[in-house]
């Protein structure tokens, strides 16, 4: 079998002794079974967790999702699937996500391996370092002093809310996240010109489109790494001169060369601050058009000296710049 792949974006609610089966709900390869049962039996009796997302949503009740985050609805395991391989970058594949070292890897599986890789995986020593929690385990959630006068369906909901805590482990932040990943994304349109239009979200007033405005080397900047779904490191990003020359180019209308490669090699100097300063514009840009929560798939995140990558999956994407 392959060698894990290292994970460097972050996956929400995937703590050090949990491990999460993402596989395609509508094509599962871990089916229920002898490996099924050897696999939870095992990681219960080493003090682990295995989350599997058609089981953890089932569990989120939709009365507690609309009440604690009104406009969301219940996630789909399929879109969560989807949503979880395109941050990690492994769309499509099947396996274990865990935890070991402080750092996350993915475990691949198949139909013809599965039972390799899970006694692979039940050799590992998985982390439970480091990990921090809003509230301990059992504690129930406080619900103040008028907890007497709290009508009974206030009260059901913050008791299923209090098992879901304590059932998964969770925070609940990672339960806001969780619901989250049911945020309606809108497909992204680059049009010839070079503006950024978010099509399914229209403004209220005029009933277009809603444009996502930057100064050019900032939205040079965020064209590069939209073309870039692998992630590219800051300090790589000058080695990319030609292309970034190419896209300025086509935004600005500009044909002074030289001066041109003076003003991106300037902006992109990983000693200098110029890629910092556009990337929380280009957060900003999307933040002022979008709540965060959507906002966050379509802005330039990263971790110093790992890949910076946009996450939005790229067929949400209509490239017509530079066609």
């Known amino acids: 079998m392959s060698a894990d792949v290292q994970i460097k974006a972050p996956i929400p609610f995937l703590k050090g002794k949990s491990v999460?089966?993402?596989?395609?709900?509508?094509?599962?390869?871990?089916?229920?079974?002898?490996?099924?049962?050897r696999l939870t039996y095992e990681l219960e009796r080493q003090g682990k967790q295995l989350i599997v997302l058609p089981e953890l949503i089932s569990a989120l009740n939709p009365v507690v999702a609309d009440y604690l985050f009104p406009g969301y609805d219940v996630p789909d395991a399929s879109a969560l699937y989807r949503q979880i391989g395109s941050l990690a970058g492994i769309a499509g594949r099947n396996g274990f996500l865990y935890r070991k070292g402080g750092r996350t890897y993915f475990k691949e599986i198949s139909a013809q391996d599965v039972d390799d890789a899970v006694s692979e995986l039940l050799w590992l020593e998985l982390d439970a370092v480091g990990i921090e929690y809003c509230r301990e385990p059992g504690v129930p959630i406080p619900v103040g002093p008028a907890d007497e006068d709290m009508d009974s369906r206030t009260r059901f909901i913050l008791g299923e809310v209090d098992r879901l805590l304590r059932e998964y482990n969770l925070t609940l932040d990672e339960l806001r996240v969780i619901i989250g990943y049911k945020v309606q994304l809108s497909r992204m349109q680059i049009t010839r010109t070079g503006k950024i239009l978010l099509t399914d979200f229209l403004d209220k007033d005029s009933g277009q489109p809603k444009e996502v405005k930057m100064d050019p080397l900032t939205k040079m900047l965020y064209f590069f790494f939209l073309k870039h779904p692998e992630g590219v490191r800051v300090k790589e990003v000058g080695d990319y001169l030609a292309e970034l020359m190419h896209l300025y180019m086509g935004i600005t209308g500009r044909d002074d060369k030289d001066a041109i490669r003076a003003s991106i090699l300037g902006h992109v100097d990983p000693f200098g601050n110029g890629?910092?300063?556009?990337?929380?514009?280009?957060?900003?840009?999307?933040?002022?058009?979008?709540?965060?929560?959507?906002?966050?798939?379509?802005?330039?995140?990263?971790?110093?000296g790992e890949p910076y990558r946009v996450a939005l999956d790229r067929d949400f994407v209509l490239w017509e710049y530079g066609a």
């Open 275 to 304: 890629i910092n300063v556009s990337m929380s514009r280009i957060k900003a840009a999307f933040k002022n058009q979008v709540e965060e929560s959507v906002a966050r798939f379509y802005w330039v995140e990263g971790k110093g």
């Open 20 to 37: 999460l089966l993402l596989e395609d709900p509508e094509r599962p390869v871990l089916v229920p079974g002898l490996v099924w049962d």
